[in-house]
């Protein structure tokens, strides 16, 4: 099963802080983790985002689409995800519990599983799922 992993941001990442010692030693068990999640083949792929003040969100009603420029408030914010391959959540749940704490206090984490084929019987056929669109995985990224 395939999970996506969201790490939520607190004030500090949402601020754009200059690093600590801390936070540079944080970072390095980080990436110690994700070597971790690589040998164990679990580690799909992960990438951090910039604070919110840099993005856009777009809001739609009806027809209608409009533009809001970041930054948003803190409150519920993706700082960075991870995508795993796991057996199920419980597998995903206890690698999360391993995963160091980079920013100084409280963070928090989300982890969601992929809509796979099984899940989308009756919507899609499974041809329709894995064929490409636009050299993207099939309907919805299903594999």
């Given at each position: 099963m395939r999970v996506m992993v969201f790490a939520k941001v607190s004030g500090d990442s949402e601020q754009g802080l200059a690093p600590t010692p801390e936070m540079i030693a944080a970072f390095a068990a980080m990436d110690r983790f994700t070597e971790e999640l690589a040998e164990a083949g679990i580690f799909v792929a992960a990438a951090g985002l910039k604070p919110s003040a840099e993005g856009k969100r777009i809001i739609?009603?009806?027809?209608?689409?409009?533009?809001?420029?970041?930054?948003?408030?803190?409150?519920?914010?993706?700082?960075?995800?991870?995508?795993w391959e796991v057996r199920d959540m419980d597998e995903a749940v206890a690698w999360a519990r391993r995963c160091p704490n980079v920013m100084p206090g409280r963070s928090e984490m989300e982890i969601r599983p992929f809509f796979e084929v099984a899940d989308l019987e009756g919507f899609v056929t499974p041809e329709e799922a894995a064929t490409p669109r636009d050299g993207v995985r099939g309907t919805l990224g299903v594999a």
């Open positions: 739609s009603e009806g027809e209608e689409r409009s533009v809001v420029d970041g930054p948003f408030p803190a409150d519920g914010l993706i700082a960075g995800f991870s995508i």
